[in-house]
């Protein structure tokens, strides 16, 4: 038997699957042998911090749970000889309905319509006001990578006109964007969908929030770390910025109050991918690339530091 180190939770299904094949010693419990660790089960969220990954001599591979990976030192892991893995395409389309759900719950003003009817306002004072239409909106994404496209399929019902900004010019019909803030100054909705870590921090800053301007409404379903949340508050408070949808935040699960409080916001528990039937491809994602690497030293989905590994 081989020994996993578990970081973060798994569910019984992976659990079981896992433990026939390895001797399974979680983080949490802080007593493992680390010498013995060979492989690693993790999440996007918990990654894998410098001094574990240091500290186990033998690693060789890390299977994380989730699509975005920037909790983990891929370059670390590189020079260690160790492949890392992700979850993506199992929820490419669920993580797209989400930002398609933030984006109408924003448009036409769910949760204050919802709040007008429980109340009794309706009753009471007779018809809430307008909402906004979201048909026919230009949509910029910020990240047209497998996420950004099934997001851009998901709206083309809708009459969408989608344009883009990322790292590079792809080969689609959509208009790109090598300026992030000239693209924000032309849509009506900018939905954040590029991968966390450095060369993103906080690349949705005040400059493309004010682009984006009274009129428009900022979607995030990437990582916390892409928007300046304190820039995007004093936005929203000042009505430089007219709505946000979000799904992730800078220090979640703390969210601050005064987002919290504002009425032009609609907040979810980062719950992208979270489907009973996305979470169980995900996670029988994660335990394959660990029994293929166990069995034959080859992974099904690499990440792309790592696909030459």
Not at 270 to 298: F, I, K, P, W, Y
Request: proline content about 5%.
């Amino acid at each position: 038997m081989a020994d996993l180190l578990q970081i973060g939770g798994i569910t019984d299904t992976m659990r079981e699957r896992l433990e026939a094949k390895f001797t399974i010693h979680k983080l949490s419990d802080g007593d493992y042998p680390a010498e013995a660790i060979t492989h690693i089960a993790t999440n996007g969220h918990d990654g894998v911090a410098p001094d574990v990954m240091a500290a186990l001599p033998n690693l060789r591979a890390i299977s994380c749970y989730g699509v975005g990976y920037d909790a983990i030192d891929v370059n670390a892991a590189k020079d260690k000889g160790v492949v890392v893995t992700h979850t993506p395409n199992v929820l490419n389309a669920e993580v797209a309905t989400t930002a398609v759900l933030l984006m109408l719950a924003c448009y036409r003003e769910l949760l204050r319509d919802d709040a007008w009817v429980r109340s009794g306002n309706w009753e009471v004072n007779g018809n809430a006001p307008l909402t906004r239409s979201a048909d026919n909106q230009t949509v910029g994404i910020l990240g047209l990578g497998r996420i950004g496209q099934a997001i851009a399929d998901k709206l083309a019902p809708f009459g969408t006109k989608i344009v883009y900004h990322s790292r590079s010019k792809k080969d689609v019909a959509y208009k790109y964007y090598g300026d992030l803030t000239e693209m924000a100054r032309d849509v009506d909705c900018l939905i954040c969908i590029t991968p966390g870590g450095p060369s993103t921090q906080r690349i949705v800053n005040r400059e493309v929030i004010d682009a984006l301007g009274p009129q428009g409404t900022l979607i995030n379903v990437s990582r916390g770390s892409v928007v300046d949340e304190a820039a995007m508050i004093k936005a929203l408070q000042d009505g430089r910025l007219g709505w946000a949808g979000l799904d992730v935040f800078e220090a979640e699960p703390k969210v601050p109050e005064a987002l919290r409080q504002l009425p032009n916001v609609v907040l979810l528990p980062h719950v992208g991918s979270a489907t009973v039937e996305t979470r169980a491809a995900m996670g029988a994602l994660t335990v394959d690339n660990l029994l293929q690497h166990l069995r034959d030293g080859t992974v099904i989905s690499p990440v792309p530091e790592c696909a030459g590994m």
